[in-house]
């Protein structure tokens, strides 16, 4: 058994409230969570309403499934148009 887990520092440059920044987050943990099943949270930074840490964590069996599933995660995070990523990285375990 292996585990992911990977962190996303991120920033929200538009963003001018909580209520904004948590609907942004939403629907990237969304997105996260349908197209692959992942654990991922709001970890860090919740009462900053233009910073925020993720957290996401996966199991599998091989790490190469993990390592490509990680590299879309990460399509996934830079895509998004009102966040941007300032650190992330993913361990295996």
Do not use: C
């Amino acid at each position: 058994m292996i585990v992911a887990i990977g962190t996303f520092e991120m920033h929200f440059p538009e963003v001018h409230s909580l209520k904004e920044k948590r609907q942004i987050l939403r629907s990237l943990i969304d997105r996260v969570r349908a197209k692959f099943n992942a654990s991922i949270a709001e970890v860090a930074d919740n009462d900053l309403w233009q910073r925020g840490r993720v957290g996401v964590a996966m199991v599998a069996n091989d790490r190469v499934l993990l390592e490509q599933m990680a590299q879309k995660i990460d399509d996934i995070m830079n895509d998004h148009g009102q966040a941007q990523i300032l650190d992330s990285y993913w361990d295996y375990i």
